[in-house]
């Protein structure tokens, strides 16, 4: 942990520029490290869903973004690409939800 003596000093003190630049910088250090626990957490948490669904949810987000010259072939698209996956992934997954496994966000193990 970064620790200076300048964060300890009285707000009516005069600080060197130095002592300032040095705060800061632990300062927006502690918060990167911070953030990128933060997102890796949420990469692992991601990770445990069922990951064809995952790709196919992103796929037909960004053609709905970039690529779809109308709503109506963007919906197509999504049901182009994701009828495929209920039949793989969703019956399987509802399988175990109802035994238990996913309720309240907790998953048991990883897929």
Do not use: N, W
Not at 7 to 31: G, I, K, M, N, W
Request: charged share 15%.
């Amino acid at each position: 942990m970064c620790v200076h003596v300048c964060a300890y000093l009285p707000p009516h003190e005069s600080v060197s520029l130095q002592c300032s630049l040095t705060y800061l910088v632990c300062v927006f250090l502690r918060v990167c490290v911070s953030a990128l626990q933060a997102a890796l957490e949420l990469a692992e948490q991601i990770s445990t869903f069922p990951q064809q669904c995952m790709r196919a949810d992103r796929s037909s987000a960004l053609y709905s973004v970039y690529d779809a010259p109308s709503f109506s072939l963007a919906l197509q698209y999504e049901m182009d690409h994701g009828a495929p996956i209920i039949q793989t992934e969703s019956v399987a997954g509802a399988t175990t939800f109802s035994s238990g496994t996913g309720r309240g966000g907790k998953f048991s193990s990883k897929r």
